[in-house]
């Protein structure tokens, strides 16, 4: 009969050191350098954040509440170092899409969702002053 004492050692173990670190990095194409980090908060996965083209800058991340559902996703679409694309979830369905365009770290289209997939309202800057010029609302009216 095997014993279960050092599996179940293992595993205290890990999530010893996950509590402790709340952080675990990994490498995913074996360069010798991180490029994926999951975050913890007291025990539970908070964020993942990736280099996806092994730069080592994070391009692309991922956060949760505390019930470790997605809230925000977000993506350096250019890969300048900045995220420029920005997705907000309630209830594991996307709401709003926000997109910063011209790379200048200033929001200037927003997209609002129905049920993760019906855009209902698009709002654009499309002078980038900070002042949204151009409002489009679909559905019913």
Do not use: C
């Not at 369905?93 to 289209?109: A, G």
């Not at 993760?116 to 009216?141: A, L, N, S």
């Amino acid at each position: 009969m095997r014993k279960p004492a050092p599996l179940l050692l293992f595993i205290l173990f890990t999530a010893a050191l996950l509590q402790a670190n709340n952080q675990v990095s990994s490498d995913e194409n074996g360069d010798g350098r991180p490029d994926t980090w999951t975050i913890f908060e007291e025990g539970r996965r908070k964020a993942v954040l990736y280099d996806s083209d092994f730069d080592g800058a994070v391009d692309y991340s991922l956060h949760y509440n505390r019930d470790e559902q997605m809230i925000e996703q977000q993506q350096d679409f250019n890969r300048d170092g900045e995220m420029d694309d920005f997705y907000y979830y309630a209830n594991n369905v996307l709401k709003r899409r926000e997109m910063d365009t011209n790379y200048d770290n200033e929001i200037d289209v927003w997209v609002y969702l129905k049920e993760g997939i019906y855009i209902t309202r698009y709002e654009q800057d499309t002078d980038f002053d900070g002042t949204v010029d151009k409002v489009k609302e679909f559905g019913p009216k």
